[in-house]
């Protein structure tokens, strides 16, 4: 957990996510339930990275979760992960998330990625996609 000042000198951002808890096979009803894992990278190798909200939103645009209740900081080089289980298909095909985060002003962005894997029967299939900043 961050303790982080209303009153410092970092600058607050948002990134958007797309991440995927199922995808389509053959036909709209044939359903590949996939895990994913969200990377959430400090890709400073001297300050702090403080993330204060990674939200979870399904195909619809609700909120499924917050993972982050409390601020937590990633220090320097540092990568903290959320993995949903393959079995959690809550977001659909369409899920999301949104994270705000602060750095300071010098430093380099944080880098918010996920990487979907599914493995059935002899056969496996794996993605990624990157965050893009919003604000």
């Given at each position: 957990?961050?303790?982080?000042?209303?009153?410092?000198?970092?600058?607050?951002?948002?990134?958007?996510?797309?991440?995927?808890?199922?995808?389509?096979?053959?036909?709209?009803?044939?359903?590949?339930?996939?895990?994913?894992?969200?990377?959430?990278?400090?890709?400073?190798?001297?300050?702090?990275?403080?993330?204060?909200?990674?939200?979870?939103?399904?195909?619809?645009?609700?909120?499924?979760?917050?993972?982050?209740?409390?601020?937590?900081?990633?220090?320097?080089?540092?990568?903290?992960?959320?993995?949903?289980?393959?079995?959690?298909?809550?977001?659909?095909?369409?899920?999301?998330?949104?994270?705000?985060?602060?750095?300071?002003?010098?430093?380099?962005?944080?880098?918010?990625?996920?990487?979907?894997?599914?493995?059935?029967?002899?056969?496996g299939l794996s993605f990624t996609t990157q965050g893009k900043r919003i604000k």
């Amino acid at each position: 957990m961050a303790n982080v000042s209303a009153a410092d000198s970092l600058k607050m951002s948002s990134t958007y996510l797309s991440v995927y808890s199922h995808i389509y096979s053959l036909t709209e009803e044939k359903i590949t339930d996939l895990t994913a894992t969200i990377s959430m990278r400090n890709t400073s190798i001297t300050d702090t990275l403080y993330i204060f909200k990674a939200e979870y939103f399904n195909t619809s645009g609700t909120s499924v979760r917050n993972y982050i209740t409390k601020p937590i900081f990633i220090v320097p080089m540092e990568t903290a992960e959320i993995v949903i289980e393959q079995k959690d298909n809550a977001g659909g095909s369409g899920a999301n998330f949104i994270f705000d985060w602060k750095i300071k002003s010098t430093a380099p962005e944080p880098l918010f990625e996920a990487v979907m894997i599914s493995t059935a029967g002899g056969q496996g299939l794996s993605f990624t996609t990157q965050g893009k900043r919003i604000k």
